[in-house]
Each structure stands twice: as C-alpha cells, then as structure tokens.
C-alpha cells in the first residue's frame, strides 16, 4: 500500500533523536523532610520575608513547616474544604461541597499588607451539573503570628469561572505585579473543550488571565489592566 496521501515516502536518515534505553540522569531525587509526609500534593510555595514554606494537598488542607530540612512537623495553615460551611450559609440554590485544592500565592507585598491568594474548586452537593462560579480565587489575611495562619474569614472573593472536569487553577504573580491566573474549559474530561472555550473570547474558560489585584475598579475585587488587547475599558 501506498502511504495515505503520498505519492513516495522518504526514508527519514538525518534524525539525531534517541529512544530508550536512555542514560540516567545526571541527578536524582531526594526527600528533603523525611520525617514529613504529605498526601496528593498540589503545590508548594514560599512567603516574602520568611524562611517557610507552604504546602498544599488537593483534600484541601494547606500546611506551613520551616525551610530547614530537619524540620518534623508541619502545622495547619488554611483549611479550605472548611470554606464550604460560609459558602452554604449564604443559602445557594443547591447545597455546596468541597471539591479540591490546586494553587496559592503570596503577594509582591506581602511583608507589609499580609495577603495570600488560593485557589480552590467547589461543586454541588449532589455532583449534578457544573457551578458558574465553583472554580475561585481568594484573598486572605495572614496572621503575623509564628507559625502564621490564614483567616478564614477575611476570605475576599477575586474572580472565578465555571467548574467542570478541567479546572486550570495556576496563579502566580509576574514581575509586573499583576496576578496570572489558568483557567480550565469549564467541561468534562471527555471530549476535549466540549464547550469550545478556547477560542471563545467571551468567557474567562480555558484562557490565561492577568488581572490588577491591587486596584480594583467599580463592582469588581479587581481591575483589567489598560493594555489589555482583548478588552476595552470604558
């Protein structure tokens, strides 16, 4: 048989590439806290000004612990499954629950105003349907205290987007001092973009979004930044 669509196939004899077996690599990994132990890790961060680091499991808790690997305990910093108990307080017209944790970041300033940013996934109760705004990113107080805490209650809403199967959830601040933010498509895992989101400019799905935390504009916890080149302020 001819191949689909050539008339000739030619050979293919210039390739430098190389399958396996391939060398190991020059390094491995070690555990750095052998004594701590964390279950489905979905980030680690750091906070401005401080020795600690931050580590966060998709159940929702996020954990606190020295940047000193002899460290062997790991304390409670946020506990964002627990957020559910607000968010079903302010009576939604279908019971919430928790769904999973995925990023956090510190703010440029954080030695001075004391935020952080998380994001997290919630979804209905009864897993029917898909929650406009179950995908979000939220500012929260941090204690000044040794080890610090989140204050659930200084939670702020920032911005979110459906939740679905695809869920995105990066969020990391760039040099310009905006916040970046990866949204998924909002859809199931299969088919692949089901609602076309990525090539649907009207909605905040499947995109990569850069919003100005720091000076929010009317009726919004942000601002859309002036050079924007898919929207235009009024």
Same mark, same amino acid.
């Given at each position: 048989?001819?191949?689909? @669509? ?18 190991? !690599? !020059?390094? *491995?990994?070690?555990r750095i ?15 401005? $000004? ?44 279908? !019971? ?7 990023? #956090?970041?510190? +703010? ?10 998380? #994001?997290?996934?919630? *979804? ?16 929260? *107080?941090?204690?000044?205290?040794? !080890? ?9 809403? #920032?911005?979110?987007?459906?939740? @679905?199967?695809?869920? /995105? $959830?990066?969020? *990391?601040? /760039?040099?310009? $001092? ?7 498509? @909002? @859809? ?5 973009? $089901? ?6 400019m009207t909605t905040l ?6 919003? +100005? ?22």
């Amino acid at each position: 048989k001819k191949p689909h @669509g050539l008339a000739k196939r030619t050979p293919w004899t210039t390739s430098n590439f190389r399958g396996r077996p391939e060398p190991p !690599p !020059p390094f *491995k990994p070690v555990r750095i806290y052998p004594q701590v132990h964390f279950a489905r890790t979905t980030l680690i961060t750091s906070a401005p $000004g401080t020795d600690r680091l931050f580590v966060g499991e998709r159940g929702g808790k996020i954990y606190t612990l020295h940047a000193d690997r002899n460290a062997n305990q790991a304390t409670l910093f946020l506990d964002t499954a627990s957020l559910v108990k607000k968010l079903n307080a302010a009576n939604p017209p279908k !019971p919430i629950a928790f769904e999973s944790c995925y990023s #956090m970041t510190f +703010d440029p300033n954080f030695e001075k105003n004391r935020y952080c940013y998380v #994001m997290y996934v919630v *979804k209905p109760a009864d897993n029917a349907g898909r929650l406009p705004e179950g995908a979000r990113v939220s500012r929260f *107080k941090v204690s000044d205290t040794d !080890p610090p805490v989140a204050e659930p209650d200084s939670e702020e809403l #920032m911005i979110s987007w459906l939740h @679905g199967g695809h869920n /995105g $959830g990066c969020i *990391k601040f /760039g040099h310009d $001092g905006y916040l970046y933010v990866s949204t998924g498509d @909002g @859809g199931v895992a299969f088919p692949p973009d $089901g609602l076309k989101s990525g090539q649907d400019m009207t909605t905040l799905c499947s995109k990569v979004l850069r919003i +100005d935390v720091h000076h929010p504009s009317e009726g919004r916890a942000y601002s859309i930044p002036r050079d924007n080149p898919f929207v235009r302020l009024k």
